[in-house]
């Protein structure tokens, strides 16, 4: 009697578990009759479709609740059961909720047959594995993601098992191999033996590593059907029998270090045919790599001594007079990571003076630190060249400036008094009564007049004046004076400060543009006034001279050889000057606003 009543009360505990089961395990039950064709669902299946309340559809409204593109998939299933053991099927397809969400299912069912072997019926459990088939398709783009990352970086990975005679390559490493992607593991003996040329180069480069365990890289080239080897750069790790990792072709990064290795013989070449000394130096730490033995020969170091830190080579090897200078032009150009091009004089050591001369440039990679990279020469030979081809300037000054003399000497003496002559033969002949002859008499008599004015005033414009610097601003100032008293112009000088600390050359070439810039005023420019200005700027001199005249064109201006003989004349020879002190010239004009000439001449030539 005992035994009666506890049945009952077992078959409710195992409902009740069975129900506690389904609900943790978001597990649905339904019944789907083929005689009625109803489908019953319970609750936990309502819950999972969302069709809360509605514990039976119709066969065709069951049916609407599966995704259209998985529909025929799941009545194949179940029409397959019945070719099937005990009627048993199952599928994964998605489910369209009334609010349109979808959800993966799992649906696993079972035919239920009469005892004459009809089926009346069709039992299953339906399991929501939505999370599931969301992290199976976020793995699956992952992975796409990953093998589209390792076409684009031309990488592939490998496997290599020897214990198990297997190889395991990636779509992407078959490429690189040259050889079409495996559907499957490969053997590794075989392949070894009889596969392609590649592949068999690619497992032997592995076999002779598997001895050392452990991270790291190896460089393969392949024979592959291309016009150059491929090279693959292996990053493997070895365990055991097994090694695995990731290839890149490093075809490209060998073939561009090549030609960077030819290009440095040929700089190497090009370098010592110049006879360049090559050194890179770091602003940083101060230390100095040289990169041949040309820099050493020019600062009298062997090899063995081995480089100079910079400030071990200015104060050691560097005139003192250049020091400072050096320096501060090379720390202005890490700042700004800028050029470099210095001339300095070496510290003289016995022997005849030796100069420098230093081109480079600053780098900085991302990451690293600054670097200035440059070349020293020895251009002691051209600076001896150069102060020759100067002294021979001077000289061939000093000749024209003999001519000159000669020529305002012979225009003084000879033509001057000629024309005064004649000027006096003529008011004598205006002493006569013929009253034709007056009108005629009075225009050659203002001819000679002028003439006269033009041959005093070019005279004096072409007599070279004796200047240094304690006389220079008096003599700029008595010239342009004695101009203005013969041309009739109006003339403005003004000088700041005295100008001792010019040298002779520089102080000749300011008094010829002085010269040469009132010459093109007085014979081209038909002005009326003039104003010249000495200054002393930045320790250049300044020489600015300018008139109220017309001004030239400005596609007059842009070439000497469109102005006027004479004017193009002066300006190559002012400009020709001025160079060779290594000075600058400079000449602006505008219509109705006059000619500016200003010339920058330095301390020293």
């Known amino acids: 009697m005992s035994q009666r009543r506890a049945l009952p009360i077992l078959a409710r505990e195992e409902g009740t578990y069975l129900e506690l089961a389904l609900e943790v395990g978001n597990i649905g039950i339904f019944r789907a009759d083929l005689f009625s064709r109803r489908t019953q669902f319970s609750p936990q299946l309502q819950r999972i479709i969302g069709i809360e309340g509605q514990g039976e559809l119709s066969y065709e409204s069951s049916i609407d609740l599966i995704h259209p593109d998985d529909r025929l998939k799941l009545l194949e299933a179940a029409q397959n059961a019945a070719s099937v053991p005990h009627g048993r099927w199952s599928v994964v397809c998605r ?16 035919r239920l047959y009469r005892a004459d072997g009809v089926p009346e019926a069709s039992l299953g459990t339906v399991i929501d594995i939505t999370a599931l088939k969301e992290a199976e398709l976020s793995l699956q783009a992952t992975n796409q993601r990953y093998q589209f990352a390792l076409e684009a970086a031309q990488m592939g990975t490998f496997e290599i098992d020897f214990g198990r005679d ?3 390559l990636d779509p992407q490493m078959a490429r690189l191999l040259d050889m079409p992607p495996p559907a499957e593991e490969i053997s590794v003996e075989r392949h070894a033996h009889v596969g392609r040329q590649a592949l ?17 890289t190896i460089d393969v080239g392949l024979d592959v059907h291309a016009p150059q080897p491929r090279w693959l750069r292996l990053h493997a790790d070895v365990k055991d029998d097994r090694i695995f990792g990731v290839a890149v072709d490093a075809t490209r990064e060998r073939h561009d270090a090549h030609i960077l290795r030819e290009k440095e013989a040929r700089l190497r070449v090009a370098t010592e045919a110049a006879a360049l000394g090559v050194f890179e130096w770091n602003p940083e730490t101060d230390t100095c790599v040289w990169e041949n033995d040309r820099i050493y020969e020019i600062f009298g170091r062997d090899r063995a001594s081995g480089p100079l830190s910079l400030r071990d080579t200015l104060s050691g090897h560097l005139h003192a007079d250049d020091r400072n200078h050096f320096l501060q032009r090379l720390q202005r150009a890490v700042r700004r990571n800028g050029k470099i091009h210095l001339v300095g004089e070496l510290a003289n050591s016995g022997r005849s003076k030796r100069w420098v001369e230093v081109t480079g ?15 020293v020469s020895d251009i002691s030979r051209q ?64 001819s ?37 008293g013969r041309s009739g112009l109006q003339c403005n000088f003004r000088c700041d400060r005295p100008v001792t600390e010019f040298s002779s050359a520089s102080l000749h070439a300011a008094f010829r543009v002085l010269q040469e810039s009132l010459t093109n005023i007085f014979r081209h420019a038909g002005a009326s006034k003039a104003s010249i200005q000495v200054r002393v700027v930045n320790r250049n001199l300044h020489v600015i001279v300018t008139d109220n005249g017309p001004g030239i064109d400005k596609h007059v201006r842009r070439k000497t050889s469109a102005l006027p003989p004479a004017a193009g004349a002066g300006l190559k020879g002012m400009r020709m000057r001025i160079t060779q002190v ?13 000619v500016r000439v200003h010339a920058v001449l330095p301390p020293r030539a």
């Open 95 to 110: 489910s369209v909720r009334p609010d349109r969400s979808i959800r993966w299912v799992a649906i696993r069912g079972r």
């Open 166 to 168: 297997r190889l395991s």
């Open 200 to 216: 068999k180069t690619f497992i032997s480069a592995l076999r002779a590593r598997i001895s050392v365990a452990g991270a790291q």
């Open 361 to 375: 440039r600053v780098y900085q990679d991302e990451g690293e630190a600054k670097r200035l990279v440059g070349v």
């Open 383 to 446: 600076k001896r060249l150069r102060a020759r081809a100067q002294r021979l300037t001077v000289q061939v000054e000093q000749v024209q400036q003999t001519e000159r003399r000669n020529i305002f000497q012979e225009l003084h003496d000879t033509t001057i008094q000629h024309l005064v002559a004649a000027s006096l033969m003529v008011s004598e002949l205006r002493r006569g009564d013929q009253k034709t002859m007056g009108a005629a008499m009075e225009a050659l008599d203002s």
């Open 448 to 484: 000679l007049a002028q003439a006269i004015k033009e041959v005093r005033t070019l005279s004096y414009l072409m007599h070279p004046a004796s200047v240094s610097g304690r006389n220079f601003a008096s003599a700029a100032s008595h010239y342009v004076r004695g101009f203005s």
């Open 582 to 594: 290594g000075g600058r010239l400079a000449l602006t004009s505008a219509p109705r606003q006059g």
